[in-house]
């Protein structure tokens, strides 16, 4: 076991040319031993990478203190999966780790009855969306492969808690609730409940936090201070759009009209129905009424600024992902239990995105295909 650790940790610093340091062999052993009690149920395709992962959060945990070489990690599976899987462990495994004992922290022995199981791949990417925004970590894993419900979308927004823990978290809800006008989450739930769809509640939440508190602090941009609600319409739009029309798909414009006086009249309707916690009109300092074309202006300002290529917009991808991936299973489900369905394993060569001819990327195909042939028509007529 020692022997395959060291030869992760020598893959992640290809250019340490000295012995390993006893520290960091020692914390990745450790870090990995826990994990096997603290996150026993991994799925197949991450198994295979859980000893790289745990050696890869060793030299990520001790780069300062070892003044290690640049990491340069090659996971052994899909970045995608693998990202998932390096946030799950980072978050379960303390930061500061030492060799497990017998006893679990609730005193029962391990290898007996008591023993604790690790949430679900479902719950626990749930768990990340409501302890720490998609930006809060730049290595962030895509969601689980079930869409929320509402009322655990919502939950996130009612209570906003942050992780106490490393540098990485130091952006989540909770410290940035404090710069955040009060009013904000609150007439962000309304719109949920009224209009939803729930689940896009936590994007739109973390881009909040990206425009109006970066890096924990108020924005130094005086027009966002001046125009916050034109910002939340404007990102609340941005990720409907985005789920409601996917990939190449063509967004129905009197659709989308239609909907923005919506979202304008939905905003107004908060204002007046929304009570704040302390009950006082101060807490609505920076509200305006606004319209259509406040909601334009952001988002003409956004794509100038780059809003809309920052971190948080790759939640919007992973909820696509979620729900066809729900669909997916959905219909695999339909067929039977008795039905033998082959797996690719995560550590065989031809992995599935590589696998251009399969039913996803041909279904991925036709509906771009479609898209395109609909815009060359609709040019070629004027």
Request: charged letters at 30%.
């Amino acid at each position: 076991m020692n022997r395959s650790i060291e030869q992760a940790l020598l893959s992640l610093l290809p250019t340490h040319n000295s012995t390993l340091a006893a520290p960091l062999t020692d914390l990745a052993s450790s870090l990995l031993a826990q994990s096997r009690h603290r996150a026993s149920t991994l799925k197949a395709e991450e198994e295979v990478a859980r000893l790289y992962a745990c050696a890869h959060l060793a030299c990520d945990r001790l780069k300062t203190t070892l003044d290690l070489p640049p990491i340069d990690p090659r996971p052994p599976i899909p970045p995608r999966i693998y990202k998932r899987l390096y946030n799950h462990l980072d978050n379960i495994l303390p930061a500061t780790a030492s060799t497990p004992s017998r006893a679990t922290p609730g005193g029962t022995a391990l290898g007996t009855s008591g023993r604790t199981r690790t949430p679900s791949s479902k719950l626990r990417d749930q768990q990340f969306l409501n302890n720490a925004s998609p930006l809060a970590n730049k290595t962030r894993g895509p969601a689980s492969r079930t869409t929320p419900s509402k009322d655990k979308s919502l939950a996130q927004l009612r209570n906003p808690t942050a992780t106490p823990s490393r540098k990485r978290t130091s952006s989540s809800s909770g410290k940035n609730d404090e710069h955040l006008p009060p009013w904000i989450r609150p007439a962000l739930r309304f719109l949920l409940t009224h209009l939803g769809p729930a689940r896009i509640g936590p994007v739109v939440a973390s881009g909040l936090e990206s425009i109006i508190v970066p890096d924990g602090k108020l924005t130094d941009d005086a027009w966002v201070q001046t125009n916050l609600v034109p910002v939340l319409g404007a990102l609340y739009l941005f990720v409907w759009r985005g789920v409601t029309w996917p990939g190449g798909l063509e967004v129905d414009r009197e659709r989308y009209v239609k909907f923005r006086k919506v979202v304008a009249s939905c905003l107004a309707k908060a204002r007046v129905e929304v009570e704040l916690a302390d009950g006082e009109e101060a807490g609505w300092e920076g509200w305006a009424e606004v319209g259509v074309r406040e909601f334009d202006a952001a988002a003409v300002r956004g794509n100038r600024h780059g809003w809309f290529e920052m971190e948080w917009v790759g939640g919007v991808g992973d909820l696509v992902e979620r729900e066809r991936n729900e669909e997916d299973e959905g219909e695999d489900g339909d067929r039977g239990e008795e039905q033998v369905v082959q797996i690719r394993r995560a550590d065989t060569m031809f992995q599935e995105r590589y696998d251009y001819l399969g039913e996803r990327k041909r279904k991925a195909y036709a509906e771009w295909k479609g898209g395109m042939l609909k815009r060359i028509k609709e040019l070629e007529a004027r």
